[in-house]
């Protein structure tokens, strides 16, 4: 078995009331300065196969050792994907302006080293914000007032119910949800 998780493509769209693009593979990353998470997911006739998963980390430091780190392990796994895959789509989360610019800014560089590795191994890209992804797979917070931890929890319970699986890390959970997005139909 050379997939994390198969389930009935009919389970995911009848969970999602959504339906779900044939025969595509979606890579999700999940971008953050110190921990990015990614996930690959492909759909055949019958099943949504959720192929690997992945988590990038970097100590917290100075910026400059960060993306030279960062880099390395993002070019090692290109490498890899690229010998397995040929991705039809990929979802990078677009950064958000919460109230840091300095954080903001070392997001937004972090998404463009990712679509600048990964642009050549996909067909096409997509920044997404996090929030438009999470409505797009039909994630709703129990409470409003839902932020930080519990709402990561809460993301985390989602996916693995709409994917049947047991992720505990909410950088994976974050990658899955951008990689689903990409998998609904437009309509």
Known sequence: MNHLKKIKISTVENKLNEPLIRGMITIGFDVSMYSTGIAILRTTDDYLILEQVK???????????????FLTQIKDFKNEVAQK??????????????????????????????????????????FVLPTQARRKVHFAKSDKKVKGEALKKEIIEYVNYLLETKIESHDIADACVLG???LIKEI
């Open 55 to 69: 988590v990038v980390t970097v100590p917290k430091g100075e910026l400059l050792d960060s993306v030279d780190l």
């Open 85 to 126: 895959h040929k991705i039809d789509l990929s979802i990078i989360e677009d950064c958000f302006f919460l109230k840091n610019v300095k954080t903001l800014k070392a997001l937004a560089r972090f998404g463009i080293l990712i679509y600048d590795k990964f642009r050549d191994v996909a067909e096409a890209t997509k």
């Open 180 to 182: 689903l997005c990409g």
